[in-house]
């Protein structure tokens, strides 16, 4: 009996930390769309999708409830991030500078969605677990 309840309390949290959000999102995210809104007398088409290029060969690998792996073309990056549930934003920071956090972006229907400003314009860009 004792045994029994044991194993009964480990299953029980082992399916309630699997359905976390946080579980939910461990994978590889890829860049599935990229929007932008920039000004169009400051960059020419050619410069608005080398841009655009350049952000859809950018991905990361959720590892696990605190481990991202950020990659892009020629560089990777190990960071710890978080979730916060009631507003859906992902948040990132480096461990050599803890208290600097960065928004990766917010989970919507899914996806995750991340914005960013900038001078020249905004820049939408959308990523989507690969399966």
Do not use: R
Not at 20 to 27: D, R, V
Not at 100 to 112: F, R, Y
């Amino acid at each position: 009996m004792k045994i029994n309840l044991i194993f009964f309390a480990a299953l029980l949290i082992t399916v309630f930390s699997c359905n976390s959000p946080e579980s939910k999102l461990s994978g590889t995210w890829k860049v599935t769309d990229v929007e932008t809104h920039f000004d169009e007398n400051s960059m020419t088409p050619a410069m608005v999708s080398q841009v655009v290029e350049m952000q859809k060969e950018a991905f990361f690998k959720i590892l696990n409830d605190s481990v991202i792996i950020i990659m892009s073309s020629d560089n990777t990056h190990e960071a710890k991030w978080s979730f916060d549930e009631e507003s859906g934003i992902i948040s990132y920071y480096f461990e050599t500078t803890p208290s600097t956090k960065n928004e990766l972006g917010t989970l919507i229907n899914g996806n995750i969605i991340a914005e960013s400003e900038a001078p020249i314009g905004k820049m939408v860009i959308t990523y989507a677990k690969e399966k």
